[in-house]
DNA sequence: CTCAGCAGACTAACCAGTCGGTATGGAGAC
DNA sequence: GTCTCCATACCGACTGGTTAGTCTGCTGAG
């Protein structure tokens, strides 16, 4: 009954909603999730959504645009470090695994659900994604150029080549598997790298 | 007006069926492909569809069984040849990039609707997709074993960082790119061959 | 008193699957 | 050779259920 924008525990309504939807878009895919589940599991009604949101779509949208920027915030981190580029590199494709792994819900989102946004909300999508690409690309010519990568494989098919399987670590990764997140994530780091070798 | 299952071009009308639904179901996805849709692309009604499958999620299940038979065939055949060890992963990693692309609509289907089908089929899917993982396990096992391979990444990591790679070519691979199907096949089997290195 | 913040009944559209019906090619009777 | 009968192949109107989004109205804080 209370008008503030936190009521039953302590968040704010949109972020409950957004977490609420969140699970359940993971769980069985943006199709099956009916609002009336996703305001239910909030604990709120229809009103309280659509006076947030402008659609299903818009709720959508939000998920990708929120993971997009933490992904992207961490990657200039890592790359803007004053290290040796085998290690930015290292520490870049370590620790998108990690933040993956950390959010596997939002993953299993991203890679299943993309084509379900409106057509111009894709495209702002690809947009931010191509920028994220870009990025850890210039990276990896950054290390040809200076002779510590191989340049067999162009770089752009080395980035596409990990983080297809970054993207997939929603399907195989287990919680009770035998490795610890960053355990899992020096592996895989350690293979771009072992790839990239002179 | 014929009685024979081939009217209208010269193809069985469940075939028809079944290309149609894996054009739409790869096109808009499952949940936004009505099959209705799917009998209008096919040239029939849903007569003839309830007629031959069970249901829309057989349909499915169809296309998830095609593929896997295939891929497990083509996999089988070349490990059984009698080359090196070397030789017979990157044959059989290549492979899979090309007989992938050449299917994308089948390999987009694949990795973002699995979670369509009900809970048995998925079973059964997941069952016949680790068969064939165990096998292209064991080809780089068996080179670990022979000292040709690194024995740094366990194989079953190694595994699902190609195929997590092979899974996304349906996003990120262009037919109007520089390099032809076999190229990149090349490339990535490279990749893979260059992360084993001891 | 007013308006942000919500509640929840309502609507218009859609959709998977059903079911009674039709046509046709062939098997067997004669 | 032809007539009967039936299984197969398919048609398409219909049903019961679901859903995104709307809209009117209530409530309490400032």
Redesign the interface.
């Known amino acids: 009954m209370p008008r503030t924008t936190t009521d039953g525990d302590g968040t704010p309504v949109p972020e409950r909603l957004l977490a609420a939807a969140t699970r359940l878009f993971a769980e069985?895919?943006y199709?099956?999730t009916s609002v009336q589940e996703i305001v239910e599991a909030a604990g709120v009604t229809k009103g309280a959504l659509y006076h947030y949101f402008g659609s299903k779509d818009d709720l959508l949208h939000e998920v990708y645009a929120r993971v997009l920027r933490l992904q992207q915030e961490r990657l200039d981190a890592f790359a803007d470090q004053d290290e040796p580029v085998e290690e930015r590199l290292r520490g870049a494709a370590a620790d998108v695994v990690v933040t993956t792994i950390e959010n596997l819900d939002d993953a299993a989102i991203f890679?299943?659900s993309m084509?379900?946004l409106s057509p111009e909300k894709n495209k702002q999508v690809r947009a931010e994604r191509r920028r994220y690409h870009e990025r850890f690309r210039a990276l990896i010519e950054e290390g040809q150029k200076a002779g510590v990568f191989?340049t067999?494989?162009?770089a752009d098919?080395?980035v596409?080549?990990?983080?297809?399987?970054?993207?997939?670590?929603s399907?195989?990764y287990r919680p009770d598997g035998p490795l610890t997140p960053q355990q899992?994530a020096d592996?895989?780091a350690?293979?771009?790298l072992?790839?990239?070798?002179p």
């Open positions: 069985r895919g199709d099956r890679f299943r084509h379900h191989s067999e494989t162009p098919l080395v596409d080549y990990h983080f297809g399987s970054v993207h997939h670590l399907t195989w899992l592996q895989l350690g293979l771009l072992r790839a990239l070798r």
